[in-house]
């Protein structure tokens, strides 16, 4: 016979994950100079790819630029201030986090199509 567990029922509105512990100050802090140095990063790469469409008028290192520039910086830019406004200002946003979740997905994804084409393109 097998036993099927019961579970307290939820309290309205608490779901499980939010019963953890939010991060401290300091680990906070962390993600946030890690998304800073990768959007640093991205934007470093996406300046040397853009130089060398400039040196060599090569198409794919601008679509390679433009690609890096969609996939790491558009939306790491956007999130470090959605970030500072919504959790440092407390800012409430105008629109859905939903939209502005499908509009960083749809520059990633445009971004991956135009590294694609770089890569791929003769």
Not at 15 to 39: F, I, K, M, W, Y
Not at 102 to 121: C, D, K, N, T
Request: aromatic share 10%; glycine share 6%.
């Amino acid at each position: 016979m097998t036993v099927i567990p019961t579970y307290p029922p939820r309290q309205t509105g608490e779901v499980p994950l939010q019963s953890a512990t939010t991060p401290s100050g300091l680990v906070e802090l962390l993600l946030l100079a890690a998304s800073v140095t990768t959007v640093v990063i991205g934007i470093a790469i996406a300046y040397v790819a853009f130089r060398g469409y400039r040196r060599n008028k090569s198409r794919q290192m601008l679509f390679l630029a433009i690609g890096f520039v969609l996939v790491i910086a558009f939306p790491g830019t956007a999130d470090i201030l959605l970030y500072v406004l919504t959790v440092v200002l407390e800012f409430q946003l105008p629109i859905n986090k939903l939209y502005l979740a499908g509009i960083m997905q749809a520059s990633q994804l445009l971004g991956m199509a135009s590294i694609l084409y770089a890569l791929v393109r003769r």
